[in-house]
């Protein structure tokens, strides 16, 4: 059971978190190992769901963040620095008041006796169960530093894939953005005055300005309503999403999307195979391994397909033999990996799958702005020209019958 807590140390240093614990005197106690008075202690369930749910949006930690923290505590063990001094040394220096809390737990755990790997997996929420099994195979191998830092080069590679792919959709997602707002204001005020001057002329107009002026007209009397319903369906949209339906939805789609969805099925591809292949160097079984990749890959599309790959390698299968009938995965990563269970060379074969499709993630990731350039000007010209055909042609053919 977990309790939040408030206490002070022996400096008189207010420290909040969250403690595992039987009973609230075994909470106390834990508490009282770790060098803290207890100020208070309630248990979780009792939290207010509204304020629950606002820490868990504002209280995460960044990939960045576990890359900077892993590797400081790689370079800590490389200077035989003991793991507790080390944590403590890192919790010292982190400006993230949750990551803090969270490293002084892991650090009252190992105090209490579990090995590293458990008081990681403690703080699930945080690290991935990735992160969790290389250290776990580190330390049973007796080379915790080389684990850490395989987490700490998975994690950063994972980081620069989705970060290319964000910067790459910021550019054309911010001009639809702007494009909306602008098209909205010129149609619920600009349209409505330029319809007041089409009518005091009294001119005859085509049937495709009659219908923007109707527009124009009632997006004068409603347009609050109308914002009222793009901010409905935009907000049930996103809530729709965070449901499991929405996501499965969501996940089949964005591979199937036009340009972008090669990127993220080129992502999904280099996170599986650079993933899978840090797990099998730190000495995972590979039913394991598949496992722990398909909890960490982030599509539901990918996920199912990799754990019937677990099922089939169980019975006796090959991987090959299973990604070779799935559509979502080229037959250039099947025959690769083919190759590499006959050679039993599986890992270093993923690794260079990885490198391929990270430089194809890249170079796409550059020029997809310019793939999708063409497409917002087309969108864009297309409307502004409409507007203008429709509203302000009519004004120039009068202008021309007066002289």
Known sequence: MKFVFKAKNKLGEVREGTIDASTVEAAVEVLQKGGFFPMRITPESEVNPVTKAFLKYYDRVTEKEQVI???????????????????????????????????????ISIEDGLPFSDALEKQGDVFSPLSINIIRAGEASGNLKKSVEYVADNIEKNYKLVSQVRSAMMYPAIIMVVFFIIGFLVVSFILPKLAIMIREISADVPWYTQVVIGVGDFMAKFWWAVAVIIFGCVGGVIYYLRTNEGKKEWDEIKINLPIVGVIYRYVYISRFAENLAVLLVGGIPIIRALTIVSTVIGNG???KV???????VK????????????????PVV???????????QVDAVLTHIAKFYDQETDMMTKNLSTLIEPVLMMIIGTAVGFMAFAVLMPIYNIAGQIK
């Open 301 to 303: 599309v990918y996920e």
């Open 69 to 107: 923290f892993f590797r400081q505590l790689a370079i800590l063990i490389e200077a035989r620095v003991p793991v507790v001094a080390a944590l403590t040394a890192i919790n010292e220096q982190t400006p993230n008041k949750f990551f803090s809390r969270v490293i002084r737990d892991i650090v």
């Open 334 to 344: 099947s025959h690769m990996i083919r190759i590499g269970e006959e050679s039993g």
């Open 315 to 330: 019975i006796g299968g090959n991987m090959s033999d299973v990604l070779s009938k799935s559509p979502i995965f080229p």
């Open 306 to 312: 990799i754990l019937k790959t677990a099922e089939q």
